[in-house]
């Protein structure tokens, strides 16, 4: 692995090997320094981040540069990205932001910081990092930190704060994906196991994780099952537990999805995490958190795409101007920059409600709901700017547009979103509950 540099400003060292940076500049009390991270036009200032968190985004910049920069065509061709990414990212006090110092993390619940690193993953594009990171930090921690049994954090909790142990979140099935009712996975006690058996699909690091929480049927039913029907595993890879084919993604390629086939594998009972039955009810519980990472990537690639298609059209000229000189590039740009800036305000307020433990599942789904939507959206107008060169791959605005595809449709649809949403507008309970 490549050596990891310190940052040293003013003759104080910022960070270096090993340093969660935001506890690292609040106890030296730094000022805040000028930041580039408004970089582009910008007519809404964003007041969401302090001096700390753009300590942070120097320190996710650098880390983007140094660690996914110089290998991410290679692992966009291989489908999988290299596993030093994840110690790198360990190493430099990049995952489990959230997790207690006790067990190795940075003890930094603040979501900004989350919330800077996926901006930055989206503004290098290399939003299929972000799309790994985001399952193992915003899908697994959480449940593991709220509801897991002080033995389960300890022995889990370091190896995925220092990326040693990689981690994938195993709800949907081929038979239920919108629906987790239908879950078919079971897992059957024996002594003081569980046996688990069933199939997953689509599941982000499924092939280069070491362990996946898994949603699985206890109560023995079939059909659609009740509230009660499920509960939550940490199920270690091991016998009986077998990767299934790669998936072809038609983007973010550079991180590695499978199906995962589950036949009778055996699971300590110390790795139930909460109680037998509870599983559909915790995910509802913590599902704010999946929903507003795909809001927040959602946001920072429309924006990070707007700004590349700014400086695109700047440079391009036809009819002997600049293509950003025609009436229509400037209307267009003029309707994005206006969706991109009440996307942020939007989500950053989502943020902060998440910060204050009052972000609700309604308001989280209508924050991915417009966030994505509008990613989608204003991708496709991007590429369109570009003319022929935005069908090119290795053009970035190709590659967002790809990647935009996705946002509207994991971490539940769109269609979902809004089922959530009028639910709670007809006072009606959550589908999945
Ligand atoms: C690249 C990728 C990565 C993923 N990563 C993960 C992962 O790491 N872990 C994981 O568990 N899952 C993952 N998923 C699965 C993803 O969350 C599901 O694909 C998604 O929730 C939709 O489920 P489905 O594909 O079964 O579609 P279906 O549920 O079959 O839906 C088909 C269509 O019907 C619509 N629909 C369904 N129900 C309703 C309704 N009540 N009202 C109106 N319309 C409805 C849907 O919106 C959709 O348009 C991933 C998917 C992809 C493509």
């Known amino acids: 692995m490549d050596a990891v540099p310190e940052i040293v400003r003013d003759g104080i060292r910022i960070y270096g090997p090993s340093t969660p940076v935001p506890g690292v500049a609040r106890r030296q009390g730094l000022r805040r320094h000028r930041s580039d991270s408004n970089e582009g036009p910008r007519t809404m200032e964003r007041t969401v981040f302090d ?3 753009e300590l942070f985004r120097d320190v996710a910049r650098e880390f983007n540069d140094r660690a996914v920069a110089p290998h991410y065509a290679e692992w966009d061709r291989q489908h999988m990205m290299d596993r030093s990414v994840w110690t790198a990212a360990g190493e430099q ?3 489990g932001l959230a997790v207690p110092e006790e067990f190795g993390g940075a003890g930094m619940p603040d979501y900004r910081f989350r919330s800077v690193l996926d901006e930055e993953f989206a503004r290098s594009n290399h939003l299929a990092v972000g799309l790994a990171f985001h399952l193992h930090d915003d899908l697994v921690l959480p449940h593991l930190l709220a509801y897991g049994s002080e033995d389960l954090k300890e022995r889990w909790l370091p190896g995925m704060v ?8 195993a709800w949907t099935e081929p038979g239920a994906g919108s629906d987790l009712r239908g879950i078919r996975t079971k897992a059957v006690r024996d002594g003081d196991d569980w046996l688990i058996s069933g199939q997953k699909v689509f599941i982000g690091n499924g092939i280069s994780g070491d362990a996946s929480l898994v949603l699985a049927r206890t109560d023995g039913s079939t059909g659609r099952g009740s509230s009660d029907s499920f509960s939550l595993f940490m199920v270690s890879r091991g016998e009986g537990y077998t990767p299934g084919r790669q998936l072809d993604k038609m983007g973010l390629r550079a991180s590695d999805t499978a199906e995962l086939f589950f036949d009778n594998v055996r699971v300590p009972g110390s790795d139930l995490v909460g109680e037998v039955g509870q599983g559909l009810r915790y995910s509802l519980e913590q599902i704010p958190q999946g929903r507003l990472g795909i809001a927040v990537a959602s946001a920072a690639l429309a924006r990070a795409t707007y700004e590349q298609t700014l400086r695109y059209v700047t440079e391009r000229s036809a009819f002997g101007e600049r293509v950003l000189d025609f009436q229509n590039t400037r209307h267009v740009l003029a309707d994005i920059l206006t969706e991109v800036e009440v996307t942020e305000t939007f989500v950053d307020q989502s943020v902060l409600a998440f910060n204050a433990g009052a972000l609700t599942p309604t ?5 991915k709901l417009w966030a994505s939507e509008r990613a989608k959206s204003i991708t496709d107008r991007c590429l369109q700017l570009h003319g022929g060169y935005g069908y090119i791959l290795e053009y970035p605005v190709s590659q967002a547009f790809l990647a935009a595809r996705l ?20 006072g009606r309970s959550p589908q999945n509950r």
């Open 51 to 53: 001096e700390d968190h």
């Open 93 to 95: 006090g990049l995952l």
């Open 363 to 367: 308001a989280a789904a209508q924050a």
């Open 162 to 169: 220092s990326g040693e142990i990689v981690t994938s979140c």
């Open 407 to 426: 946002l509207t449709i994991f971490g539940g649809t769109s269609e979902i979103m809004r089922e959530s949403i009028g639910r709670s507008i007809a």
